[in-house]
């Protein structure tokens, strides 16, 4: 069987025989043109002539051998599902190769920014109809994306064909608990960073893996895709918990969801560990509230995890600084070394929001705490300046940043240091769709809300001396 030509150039210029600069993830021809570059700098897959099985007992048994084989620079490796080439499968998973290959540009590239269960999805294509529907919907919103095009009707027309096949997978026992539909699933929640979300704070598809989970016999992951899977999914079903009442799991099932052998030991663990306590401690400081009861047990509670916080944000901090201050920093930047600078920011970022967040519980269950009024000034102060150093990675390996100025709005009264956040807010919202009549300062509000126990930060805000 002939195998598929070996450029590198995108599938349009290569219709249009025109010459590509094969850079990625968009082409400068694509970019120019404003359309979408599927392809761009990647090698096609390949494919060996059919043979027949050795020692095989039944006559004319063949099997069909189809491997990506990858370049030297990338040590991963796909399998290509068991399709004519040619098809649309091959097609499907040739388009989402490229949107998670490690090579690609770390301000756009899928894999680095939403995670590394990723790299097993295409060889499961072709099993879950409602998998491959998530995937064609991500890609072609991704596509449209890194050419800064306005969200196409195609893609919206996929992403709606995918909630409806998922909803008929989910309608079935069998196939609800499946691994690949809590996989189609997250990769709808991905592609909504695409095309947007009317929700803005809840994004309805946690919720749902929240469900999926909850109805399962054993909550937690039950092999190792699953373990890759729940470290991205553990962030979105957590973060959405603190706004939406609806994802109401017990302490024990929270636990499950973020205990996890990669890294079990790590501080961005330890620190989502803590995260976890947060969404039941807020309901229950509401309750209290609205029933008159006395907070103070619950303040009792609160406080040490709120300062166990402050502990393993040191230590994410210092190791950036470490990092941003070694040997290596000042090298060549090899892959692993543009990784490892990238994770160690964004794994302090996210630390700064955990601890923003127990900052505000604190405060709205004791208001006359003075250190923590003090120190959500420097929390916020803090999370700008990340904000500043994380412009490099926008805008989707910075989209987390979002979240954080949404947490550091939230914890201070200030008026001048909550327009700085604003501003900030308003720039890194920009990147992504934003749904017309969006009010930023009241979806902030909202946000503010919650974290605050049903009040607002102006409520509680006390002058210091």
């Known amino acids: 069987m002939p195998g598929v030509p070996t450029g590198r150039a995108c599938d349009a210029c290569r219709k249009q025989k025109k010459k590509c600069d094969e850079k990625q993830p968009a082409c400068g021809r694509c970019l120019r043109l404003k359309v979408s570059c599927v392809g761009s700098g990647q090698k096609r897959f390949m494919f060996k002539e059919q043979q027949f099985l050795p020692n095989s007992n ?9 491997r990506w084989r990858p370049t030297q620079k990338e ?9 004519c080439p040619g098809n649309s499968m091959t097609s499907l998973t040739n388009s989402f190769v490229g949107a998670i290959k490690r090579s690609t540009d770390l301000r756009y590239n899928v894999w680095w920014s939403f995670g590394i269960f ?37 893609a919206l027309a996929k992403y709606s064909r995918a909630l409806k096949t ?97 890294d079990q030991n790590q501080p961005e663990a330890q620190i989502l560990r803590c995260l976890a306590r947060a969404p039941v401690l807020m309901k229950r400081g509401r309750r209290a509230r609205r029933d008159g009861e006395d907070l103070t047990p619950l303040t009792m509670e609160v406080r040490p995890i709120y300062e166990k916080c402050k502990l393993i944000l040191a230590q994410l901090k210092a190791r950036t600084v470490e990092y941003e201050t070694s040997e290596l920093s000042t090298m060549t930047e090899n892959f692993m070394a543009r990784i490892l600078r990238a994770h160690y920011l964004r794994t302090h970022g996210i630390g700064l929001a955990i601890t923003i967040v127990f900052n505000c519980i604190l405060q709205a269950l004791d208001p006359s705490d ?42 201070t009264a200030d008026p001048q240091l909550r327009l700085m956040v604003e501003v900030t807010f308003i720039d890194y919202r920009g990147d992504f769709v934003t749904p017309d009549g969006v009010n930023i300062p009241q ?23």
């Open 166 to 262: 998922l909803r008929v997978y989910l309608d079935d026992p069998l196939q609800a608990s499946a691994s690949n539909t809590l996989c189609a699933v997250m990769i709808l929640l991905i592609c909504q960073t695409f095309i947007g979300n009317p929700g803005e704070m809840v994004s309805g598809h946690a919720q749902g893996a929240a469900s999926i989970l909850h109805a399962r016999k054993k909550f937690g992951p039950r092999d190792d895709f699953e373990r890759k899977l729940f470290l991205s999914l553990r962030g979105s079903v957590l973060f959405e918990g603190l706004y939406n009442e609806a994802i109401d799991l017990s302490p024990e099932e929270w636990d499950a969801l973020v205990e996890n052998d990669y």
């Open 75 to 83: 040590n991963y490796f796909f399998e290509i599902p068991r399709a």
């Open 58 to 66: 039944q006559s004319g048994q063949k099997a069909l051998l189809s």
């Open 443 to 465: 979806e902030l509000e909202r946000a503010s809300e919650n974290l605050w126990l049903g009040s607002t930060a102006q409520k509680h805000a006390i002058s210091i001396p």
């Open 118 to 154: 990723l790299e097993d999805v295409p060889r499961r294509l072709g099993s879950n109809e409602a998998l491959d529907r998530a995937v064609d919907a991500l890609t072609t919103a991704h596509a449209s994306f890194c050419t800064r095009q306005p969200v196409r009707a195609e």
């Open 370 to 411: 003075y250190s923590c009024i003090i120190e959500s000034k420097s929390l916020v102060i803090e999370t700008l300046v990340h904000a500043q150093e994380s412009n490099v990675y926008r805008p989707v390996g910075a989209g987390y940043v979002i979240m954080c100025l949404s947490a550091a709005w939230a914890v």
